[in-house]
């Protein structure tokens, strides 16, 4: 069966784990205060290009998504966020546990604009409604889309004119800005929002996320919303020896650079079967439609996620590439198709 069903279906990179085996023995102080935290945090605010940001470090998305979005809200703020939004879809409802709702708004490409964030702005008029309080917005996107620098510079001016904050999850942020369709660097991101976190899970480590705090607002006493939320991690070395190794050279953008040529060589194999597509995506994510019968077929040779059934019945699925998945995998399940 190959297996298209995640991007971290794999341990981690033969690099990241020599590293942890090499520093295994080592003794360190615990809770994210080893000097292997240290220098990674060091290395993250390199790449970015802000010394100011505070980088703090948790083991998977949704514990950080839900660990920032409520230490940076009021109690009576709500999160705006695209219908297919991470927070809204597949985490759940631990946004809502933590008191504050996800407004959202349907969008063709899961992307949303400064258009949509006003008019959900102006619905939430006095004190009897929830009040916006942060913009909530992947890079890439639930549908591999990716923002382009002037579509953040417009959400964020948006945000900026209206008091709420934008927070950019970025579990596969490798993966958006290694796509040919992004005009996005590392560098830019503290100069567009407010938080956002690069995403290790997904893109060849064991496990872990960086989170970058650029607004001076929003640093102080971080580390106890962590621990608060079950967030700190005893052995938290674990996380600094795997952003040390990302960042330390250009590991963590070549291994988003594969997963999208691998998706790339997938999509056009498909396009060239004459399988329709949901929409081109230029990242790791493909979303191939099909027939009933088709999906019998995919079934029976690959694993993957059921995305959404047409009126039809006709099925589209999503296919996911990784910074692992070969080549000779993407051609041979081609051939077999």
Not at 172 to 177: F, P, S
Not at 308 to 330: G, H, M, N
């Amino acid at each position: 069966m190959f297996n298209f069903k995640n991007d971290y279906s794999e341990g981690c990179h033969p690099r990241i784990l020599d590293a942890l085996t090499r520093t295994n023995l080592e003794q360190t102080v615990g809770y994210g205060l080893d000097e292997h935290c240290a220098n990674a945090a060091n290395l993250i605010k390199k790449a970015v290009g802000c010394e100011t940001a505070h980088v703090h470090f948790l083991v998977g998305g949704t514990q950080t998504n839900m660990t920032a979005i409520s230490a940076f809200l009021r109690p009576h703020h709500c999160v705006l966020a695209a219908a297919t939004g991470h927070v809204n879809v597949h985490e759940t409802g631990a946004i809502e546990a933590t008191g504050h709702k996800v407004v959202t708004r349907p969008t063709p490409d899961g992307k949303l604009t400064a258009a949509l964030i006003q008019d959900m702005v102006d619905e939430h008029t006095d004190e009897h409604m929830v009040k916006p309080g942060l913009v909530y917005i992947s890079q890439s996107t639930e549908l591999g889309t990716v923002y382009t620098k002037g579509e953040l510079e417009s959400i964020h001016a948006c945000c900026q004119k209206n008091g709420l904050l934008l927070y950019i999850d970025g579990a596969r942020l490798a993966c958006a800005l290694t796509s040919d369709v992004c005009d996005v660097t590392l560098t830019d991101l503290p100069n567009l929002c407010d938080a956002f976190y690069i995403g290790g899970t997904k893109n060849g480590m064991l496990f872990g996320e960086a989170l970058v705090i650029v607004n001076d607002t929003l640093k102080e006493e971080f580390r106890f919303f962590i621990k608060q939320r079950g967030g700190m991690l005893a052995k938290g070395r674990l996380l600094g020896i795997q952003f040390e190794e990302q960042f330390r050279d250009s590991l963590y953008l070549e291994l988003g650079r594969h997963a999208n040529a691998m998706a790339q060589r997938l999509q056009v194999g498909l396009e060239a079967k004459g399988y329709p597509l949901l929409q081109r995506s230029p990242t790791n994510l493909v979303f191939p439609i099909l027939t009933p019968e088709q999906y019998e077929c995919f079934s029976s040779i690959a694993l993957f996620e059921l995305w959404s059934t047409l009126p039809d019945d006709r099925k589209v699925i999503r296919l996911v590439t990784s910074w692992a998945t070969k080549q000779e995998a993407v051609d041979s399940f081609l051939s077999q198709l």
